[in-house]
């Protein structure tokens, strides 16, 4: 589940997004203004995983990933808003680092940053029912609907846009057909008879 950031996978991603694009766009939790977001993260199909964010305000020089599902968009205010988001949350969550490759352990630790404190059938809860119930070889986004999953209320223009990048980015060349003019020729011996007129 290689990742990578929106502008490295589609350098023309705006002409998707036009004015709606998200990168700077404040981030609330509440009526607290978190910080901004810097760019989304992609999984290899181009679909939207993360937002990178800038807590600047609330812990500074930290970045952190937030998952798409746990935002709703405000457009109109140029907002996004965390449901639920605390600042010990942020300050528990791993940094991300852009230089820094985000492998299964990583995201690991950011999504269990973000997972409710459910129990599990063995009745654990927190890291002991996370590492339990989750597998590198076996995970999937699906697994973490309230992650990842885009909705109609929260991210209807998100989705339009994930929908377009993807569509974009997995055309592919299945054949081509050669358009061309072929000339023969053949010698051939004809015997032409020709009668003369006289007058």
Known sequence: MALQRLRDFDPNYRDYFGEHDVTGYDLYSGNDKVGTVED?????NGQFRY????????????????????????FDERRLYANGLTRDQVE?????????TVDYDYEEQVRGGYRSNRMDTAGMTGAAATSAAYDRNTYSYDRDPDLFNLNERD?????????????????????EVAVGKRVESERANVEVHSKKKEW
């Open 92 to 100: 528990n969550l791993p940094a991300y680092d852009e230089n820094s």
């Open 51 to 74: 937002f990178i964010v800038n807590t600047g305000l609330w812990i500074f020089g930290k970045k952190v990933l937030l998952p798409v599902g746990q935002t709703r968009i405000s």
């Open 155 to 175: 991210h209807q223009n998100l989705r339009l846009y994930e929908e377009r990048l993807v569509a974009n980015k997995t055309r592919q060349k299945t054949g």
């Open 40 to 44: 989304l993260l992609v999984d290899e």
